[in-house]
């Protein structure tokens, strides 16, 4: 199974169909194939061996499908950076896995000299425009002049994709998928019911992240033409689907609300698009009643899955978004195992668990990672018994829909980002002033969950919300950052001196 | 990817649903897990490690769902034989792969002293019934008293069947299908328009063919009830559909038209037929025309493809059995690649040709077999360059629709069997009286083809029809004798010397 296979059937079989819509700007497979070629020829004339791994740091966009195909028609290896972090964790993840080249669009230049000091493997930064007056080597240079390159055919367990997650412990982690991963995710979602091929399908959620990576394999496996908006942007969204007929889409459900919440929503013709799937987070039944009344003839699916699962393990189908399925509970789960994996609900000793209790949710199948980036230990830790341990604890019902009840990993949702309490906490804990720290998820109505941090000053110590929200700020991202604060003489904690997070964060809801 | 994994799947979210339904039997999923773990029990207790091979000689049933599971469950590889062939060529197609186990239904145990004598391999020879008066282990011994194992895993590339089929030069050879192999072809048919999952799944067509056993399989991964009778009858298939309410089958042509012509098909309730999948040969308008009036809820789709390619690489799909898509030509197409594999049209040098030029098809993917067994020199020949050769001549439109023209190998196609000409002209040409013989297929009304020799008598000599259809009586199997002896004072040759089959045939239409 190889990821190049899906432009090779496009280019055969629909050459002259538009394959990508980017503003203006429109491409045929048969565009988007010569373009694939010539990048890879570019990244192998620039040195590049099959297994080196390719970074980029852009929005959404053309660009971003022609150098994920590019990429592994060269037989390397896509390492997207998560826009959403500091210079600090971009350079780390850059660094770990000895990342050569780099694609940047212009906006983000002036990270480069901070990136190149912490992240000295950089030989090649390529600018994704033509023009750049930022010192960059303009697309014109590197990209005109190459020759296309044929297809390395890298294949079933060979290495596809590095995708850093954030990391329960300091550093994010690189999650190893193979072209099988990759590959064998999209056929576990496109033998589903509800799926569509030849649709026309809206890419506003990161490619950067496994959902929207995914949410590409998924559109160019079933022929889909891919319309891109630079990021989720509620109007950009709109725009786009009353513009090019969107039929499917892919959102979180924190994008959800914001767009039929938008004030103009109404202005806009939505009646084109027929599916909708969400995941990545929970949705509430108020949010998908909306949803529904606002896209209503769209079929609703929901993914549930992890980056370490490329990403789905389960999949709530069309079928169960009815009334009678919300009735009997399966409306509110995550599904069931897709058709190329298997889910299990596990004791402590790994041993399956009766229908009904709660346990951590195990996965088995084609679509488990190869493993950690130069972490062997976590690696073998997370596949123990030959099964992805998600750390979030689930109950699965007789026909073997599963629900997620809490999670094992101390971890916030926010906005569809995994925020670990104990990165945030580790970052606070160093402010001078500090003693004791806990970080909680608390309910929020726009991003599902926000970060909130209680602290106990050290005796005789002072400091404020703001001072420490400066402290956190150069080593955080955005969306790890504590959105609000409370000061308080102790933490609770439990009789192995735990802090008590549990009660913590019911007192607060 | 794994067979197994669409028991583990069916008995988590479906464990009480009925899986299996031969005669007044019934197995639920749960019972089929357990009879598979069982068996696997059983054959690990004989003997069986990981990777050996299991025959069976048996006809359709609910004993072959469990013999396909439960020797992939132990890690053992299937070689399920052709009922058609004669003892010699099945005993030399379970000697050739060393096969130790063979399964057998008591109708044909007859054949065991022969078998046993030329297939000196077999150790153990286990009846399918629990009582046995042939001398064979009757099932309650040999599975009465197995202990469950646990699934063995085997997957990815590890051989999970082989199957042989005729060779253009003397015997069968065994191709080599792995676990992916399989499970990526069940995807790709999954993947397409008009597949429903949870169907109930007629199986009438030979499961020792690919073409049915890839029914079993696309019928298991959908979660679909499977239906058995013995082997294909038409009133057996008329009674099964109205008796179980039959949603789904594959047949071949020629099983299509006996059933629709049946003089009580009307007698029968077929309403509930929604999919029906043909292959393994070509289809007329006509008979075409009168299935679809015959079955008016059903979507037809046509597979096209090999056993070598597990077997299906085109696929025909409902939207292309329309009126248009006659006139414009493609509803006489084998359609086009499935999802998950590469077809192409080549010339001699292996060069792709431009659309419309006739060409070898060839195919690349995660369904082209692993290769023939013991045959490194065949292996290579036929996967040259990394893409199956089919033999199969044809050209492709603008759209990716392959038309298959003609066939390189010198094969006929009678009632979805391939007879490879070489192989019945070496036997004629070994009567003592024949000078020259070719063997060419001629058009039939009931089998598509059927077999027909043209023979020139060695000077003096003499014979007639009967003693050389005895004399092929012993050497081969029914149906790849000829139906029509011609003889003739000399046979047209080409320049090369080579026999002007095309010209032989085309004045015999």
New interface residues.
């Given amino acids: 199974?190889y990821i190049t296979?899906v432009l090779?059937?496009q280019i055969?079989?629909?050459?002259n169909d538009c394959a990508v819509v980017d503003g203006d700007s429109r491409l045929t497979w048969a565009d988007l194939g010569d373009r694939v070629q010539r990048f890879a020829g570019a990244v192998r004339a620039l040195g590049v061996e099959p297994g080196d791994r390719i970074g980029i740091l852009a929005r959404n966009g053309a660009h971003f499908v022609e150098y994920v195909l590019g990429t592994v028609w060269a037989g390397a290896v896509i390492n997207p950076v998560n826009l959403r972090w500091t210079v600090d964790e971009i350079a780390w993840s850059l660094a770990d896995c000895d990342t050569r080249i780099l694609l940047i669009a212009s906006e983000f230049a002036p990270l480069l000299p901070e990136l190149r000091a912490k992240a000295p493997c950089l030989k090649h930064v390529l600018a994704i425009e033509n023009h750049s007056s930022d010192g960059l080597v303009p697309r014109s240079e590197w990209f005109g002049i190459a020759n296309p390159l044929e297809d390395a055919?890298r294949?079933?367990?060979d290495l596809a994709a590095i995708l850093y997650t954030g990391g329960t412990t300091g550093r994010p982690k690189g999650v190893m998928l193979s072209h099988?991963n990759i590959v064998?995710s999209a056929?576990g979602t496109?033998?589903?019911?509800g799926?569509r091929?030849q649709a026309t399908f809206l890419h506003s959620a990161p490619l950067f992240h496994i959902g929207g990576l995914s949410g590409l394999m998924i559109a160019l496996?079933a022929g889909s033409t891919c319309v891109f908006v630079p990021g989720f942007e509620p109007l950009a969204v709109l725009e786009a689907i009353a513009a090019h007929q969107v039929t499917d889409l892919f959102l979180v459900p924190t994008m959800l609300r914001v767009t039929i919440d938008h004030p103009h929503f109404a202005r806009f013709d939505t009646s084109s698009v027929q599916g909708i799937r969400y995941g990545a987070a929970p949705i509430d039944d108020s949010l998908l009643d909306r949803a529904i009344a606002a896209f209503p003839h769209a079929a609703f699916s929901q993914a549930y899955g992890m980056t370490e699962l490329s990403p789905t393990c389960c999949l709530l189908g069309p079928e169960d978004h009815s009334a009678d399925a919300r009735i009997d509970g399966r409306g509110r789960s995550a599904g069931?195992?897709t058709?190329?994996?298997?889910?299990?609900i596990v004791n402590a000793e790994d041993e399956e668990l009766p229908r009904g209790q709660v346990g951590e949710i195990v996965v088995r199948?084609?679509t488990v990672m190869q493993g950690y980036w130069n972490r062997p230990d976590d690696t073998a830790h997370a596949l123990r018994g030959?099964w992805m341990h998600t750390g979030d604890l689930g109950r699965?019902d007789?026909?073997?829909y599963v629900t997620v009840v809490d999670r094992l990993k101390d971890m916030i949702i926010t906005g569809a980002e995994n925020v670990y309490s104990s990165e945030v906490e580790n970052v606070i804990s160093t402010h001078a002033s500090v003693g004791a720290v806990a970080v909680i998820g608390l309910p929020d109505e726009r991003w599902g969950e926000r970060v909130h941090a209680m602290i106990v000053l050290r005796p005789g110590m002072q400091a404020d919300a703001t001072s420490i929200a400066a402290h956190c700020r150069t080593a955080l991202a955005g969306y790890k950052m504590p959105r609000s604060f409370e000061f308080a003489d102790s933490l609770p904690l439990s009789g192995a001196g735990k802090v008590l997070k549990a009660s913590l964060r019911q007192a607060r809801i």
Same sequence: chains 1, 2.
Avoid at 12 to 15: D, I, L, N, S
Avoid at 339 to 344: G, I, Q
């Fill in positions: 199974m296979q090779h059937r055969q079989r629909a050459a055919l294949r079933d367990r099988a064998c056929m496109l033998t589903q019911p799926c091929p496996f069931r195992a058709s190329v994996c298997e889910v299990r199948g084609p030959g699965m007789d026909a073997g």
